[in-house]
């Protein structure tokens, strides 16, 4: 019996641990530090912005409205740079808009909390 207990708790401290570290993450480069890039990469007025984890890894991402179309530039929260700038669909924007309203009436452009 105690052959499995302590594996299995040490199992459980791992996770517990890991869990704690994953939580406590903190970018890097601040908010206005990744507008300043995305507007440089994209030239306009930006329209939302938020602080999310995608692909394991934290991003600030920005809808910007340039005079070709919205596009979606994210930045990487650790290292300041670009990781991606596709053009938005007109379809696609106008979705992700009633989502976000949905999500948040009020809150277009407020950055989530990263320990959530």
């Known amino acids: 019996m105690r ?6 708790l040490s199992l459980v401290l791992v996770v517990l641990v890991y869990s704690a570290a ?3 993450a903190q970018p890097k480069i ?3 530090q990744a507008k300043a890039t995305a507007l440089r990469k994209e030239r306009g007025r930006i329209k939302s912005s938020e602080l999310e984890k995608e692909y394991g890894r934290w991003i600030y991402s920005f809808d910007i409205a340039t005079t070709d179309g919205v596009h979606e530039v994210n930045v990487d ?7 991606e700038d596709p053009k938005e669909a007109v379809a696609q924007e106008a979705k992700e808009g009633a ?18």
């Open 77 to 83: 929260a650790n290292t300041g740079k670009v990781v």
């Open 99 to 116: 989502e976000k309203h949905q999500e948040h009436p009020k809150n277009h452009d407020k950055t989530p909390n990263p320990q959530s």
């Open 3 to 8: 052959n499995r207990v302590i594996p299995l």
């Open 30 to 32: 601040t908010m206005e």
């Open 22 to 24: 994953e939580s406590k």
